[in-house]
């Protein structure tokens, strides 16, 4: 029996209760001194004992609902007892701390030990269940402007220590896809999995108004006048996917001592140039221009690694060793589009071109890359991904040039070459030490700068400066274009981080401007075709060297070319013989017949065939008619 009762105290009080008119005034009173016990074995004895004495007094009924009404009141009663609806925590998250004695959890318990949830035994007794061994709470809405999907913001302790991290809000309204909150050291499992989200859906409905809604993107660079990360009114909830990105895009150290030893590499034009395309980036889209590549190519101790972190120190980590904005070619194609899609508007920076797995395939990536737009791909939940654009500058380099001959002219047209024939960082190891420890100052300078300039006055500016490269140099319209960026953002960099110092000026990069010639794809498979002439002499031959395989024959300067040998190694090349051929005979660089065609049936040493005659030196223009063979 209950410690104060016995069970004559019980037997007599049921007595009195039920005998004449039931009295539900000294049920209660008796139904409350049973469970002033904590011992669940002594309340079961005494409410068995009231049931056999309501049983045999014919009261069972009525004494049964008043039962259920006092357990479940008595069970209210211990929650509101046990449990004050607001967090108790001694520390809250940095940049929270507007949630401390407000933040609500309803039924729930929260504390520095963790969150228990209030629940009742099978026999109606009232209990604290764990759910959750550390403080887990919802800090922050993230609300995307551009898809308007939202994530949250959940903060959680390890050890003495607050933690953040960003989920979709579909993951903590799942059982199943909660679970994924352990990978970040969250105490979840599949079996406090459902609770937790009831959980977190109470936080979310008690603190609606208190949790802080944020605007986001899910990328950097420019976004309704606003440029991320440096904005205080629109976030990146990319976090988890570029985590390490957003981490070092940072400042640290001394903004004068990086800006003074910057002044003195800036001497060096390679290295002007490289800034000046990390510089560029925030201007594409806002001017309203397409990426391109700036390649710094040479051989090895030439310093174009340090030079490459030169231009990521502008935004933020400079030292080279796990360097998330320094990467290599090693990464496949979607990787590097996905990448340069979250940088947006900040520089692509790519090492070591060389490299590359697959030369063949080089061209392509450089024209996909510089598009401005990632593929149309499938969606593993159906239907198709949201399509990926950036507009950034890709800065690379290599020891070998990336334009081959074989280049499609639209690969070389989208390229600044830049050629290093000499040092270009004296000293690599000092350059190294002062950006490891010195960096991420200048580009919000820049942004800053950028900013306040009205869009106008930018575009006038990059129009008059258009115009006059096209007027000094002869070159095509997108290279062209991709140089007035570099000169544009070398102009923006001086006034507002460099001061003092002189512009680049068209007669210091005209050196790495490629012609319209170099650019023409007829133009260079012509060229080709004439080298490949001369290293195959021998195969124009009638000689026993040649084992039988005789290509044609030169005469006059004039290389009679058997047509399926030359469109094989043209192909071989990289070159199609069906687009190049009509452009080179509009050229006058191939003998026509006087039907004006290019192609000849001849013989030559014994073997008929058609042959093109192409003219070696296209200073001369040798007129062969068709039915008469010279040979």
């Known amino acids: 029996m209950s410690e104060c009762l016995s069970n004559d105290d019980i037997k007599e009080i049921c007595q009195n209760a039920f005998k004449d008119e039931y009295d539900a005034d000294m049920v209660s009173n008796l139904l409350n001194e049973i469970y002033k016990s904590h011992d669940k074995e002594i309340r079961e004895k005494c409410i068995n004992a009231i049931l056999t004495e309501a049983r045999k007094l014919k009261q069972l009924t009525r004494f049964k609902e008043q039962l259920k009404q006092f357990k479940k009141e008595y069970i209210q009663r211990q929650i509101e007892a046990n449990v004050s609806g607001v967090a108790e925590l001694s520390t809250v998250p940095k940049g929270y701390e507007n949630i401390k004695g407000i933040y609500s959890c309803g039924d729930y318990i929260l504390n520095d030990e963790g969150v228990k949830k209030t629940a009742k035994t099978k026999d109606g007794d009232f209990v604290l269940v764990p759910i959750c061994s550390q403080p887990l709470l919802i800090v922050e809405r993230l609300r995307n402007i551009q898809d308007n999907c939202e ?4 903060a959680f302790c390890v050890g003495n220590s607050w933690e953040t991290v960003q989920v979709e809000r579909e ?51 420019w976004q309704n006048g606003e440029f991320v990360p440096y ?31 910057c002044l003195l590499l800036r001497e060096n034009i390679y290295l002007r140039l490289v800034m000046a395309a990390s510089f560029s980036a925030p201007l594409i889209e806002r001017i309203g ?66 490299t590359v797995k697959n030369k063949d395939d080089f061209d392509t990536l450089i024209m996909n890359l510089t598009e401005g737009k990632g593929k149309i791909q499938g969606s593993a939940s ?5 399509l990926r654009h950036w507009a950034n500058c890709f800065i690379t380099t290599a020891e070998e040039n990336i334009i081959k001959y074989n280049s499609g002219g639209g690969t070389s047209n989208r390229i600044i070459n830049i050629a290093a024939q000499s040092k270009i960082i004296n000293d690599g190891h000092i350059t190294m030490q002062i950006i490891r420890d010195n960096y ?15 869009l106008e006055q930018l575009k006038n500016r990059y129009d008059d400066l258009f115009a006059k490269l096209k007027d000094n140099t002869d070159s095509t319209d997108k290279q062209l274009m991709a140089m007035t960026f570099l000169l544009l953002s070398d102009e923006l960099s001086e006034q507002c981080i460099f001061k003092g110092e002189k512009p680049l000026s068209i007669e210091n990069i005209k050196p790495f401007l490629t012609s319209q010639k ?12 004439v080298n490949w002439v001369s290293q195959n002499m021998n195969r124009f031959k009638d000689s026993i060297n040649n084992n039988g395989e005789v ?69 001369e223009y040798l007129e062969v008619k068709d039915d008469v063979s010279p040979f």
């Open 382 to 386: 159906g239907g198709i991904k949201k």
């Open 289 to 354: 221009g397409l990426p391109f590549i700036v390649h710094l190519w040479g051989g090895t101790g030439t310093g174009k690694t340090v030079a490459l972190c030169v231009a990521a120190s502008v935004w933020g980590k400079g030292a080279y060793n796990n360097n998330a904005l320094i990467q290599s070619f090693r990464g496949t194609e979607y990787a590097l589009s996905e990448k340069a899609a979250f940088l947006y508007s900040l520089p692509v920076i790519i090492d070591e071109g060389q």
């Open 151 to 154: 994530k949250v913001v959940l």
């Open 551 to 619: 290509w044609g024959k030169i005469k006059d300067d004039v290389a009679i070319i058997n047509k399926n040998v030359l469109t094989e190694y043209l192909q071989r090349a990289g070159f199609d013989y069906g687009a190049v051929m009509p452009e080179l005979a509009k050229r006058n660089k191939l003998i026509k017949t006087p039907q004006g065609k290019w192609l000849h049936s001849m013989s030559v040493y014994g073997c008929k065939a058609s042959y093109v005659q192409m003219i070696l030196n296209d200073n």
């Open 171 to 221: 993951v903590i309204a799942s059982n199943t896809k909660i679970i994924r909150l352990a990978n970040f050291s969250i105490d979840v499992t599949s079996e406090t999995a459902k609770d937790i989200v009831k959980y977190l859906q109470c936080l979310m409905q008690k603190n609606i108004n208190l949790i802080k809604v944020s605007h986001t993107v899910n990328r950097l660079g």
């Open 440 to 454: 991420g100052f200048a580009g919000k300078e820049y942004i800053e700068y950028i900013k306040k300039l009205p």
């Open 231 to 261: 904005s205080d009114k629109i976030k990146c909830d990319s976090e988890l996917n570029f985590k390490d990105i957003i981490k070092q895009l940072k400042s640290k150290g001394n903004f004068e001592v990086w800006q003074k030893h």
């Open 518 to 529: 170099e650019i023409d794809n007829s133009e260079r498979a012509y060229n080709w075709a």
